[in-house]
């Protein structure tokens, strides 16, 4: 389990390595790139919404998993062959 763990670590650091932080802008209702401000503790949330389930994962600024969290969605079938998923529900 350790070492899936330092893996995962190592390929979200990979990943996330040129991650743009966005912001509202107020005046237009836009979103556009800032500079970074200065917090003490920063963390980054990921969120993983797959089929059958929704993960969440938060990281340290060095990437370390602070702490996760995983919940199973309801996949609709409302004839065969045919699968919904109700974002109302995410």
Not at 7 to 12: D, F, I, P, R
Not at 22 to 34: F, K, Q
Not at 56 to 78: D, M, N, R, V
């Amino acid at each position: 389990m350790e070492h899936e763990t330092k893996k995962l670590h190592m390929s979200l650091k990979s990943k996330l390595k040129n991650v743009i932080r966005l912001t509202r802008d107020p005046e237009n209702s836009e979103y556009s790139s800032c500079s970074l401000v200065s917090i003490k503790n920063p963390y980054i949330l990921s969120i993983d919404i797959g089929t059958s389930s929704i993960r969440a994962y938060l990281f340290s600024k060095s990437f370390e998993i602070k702490s996760s969290s995983q919940t199973s969605q309801t996949i609709h079938c409302p004839e065969p062959h045919a699968f919904e998923l109700e974002p109302e529900e995410f």
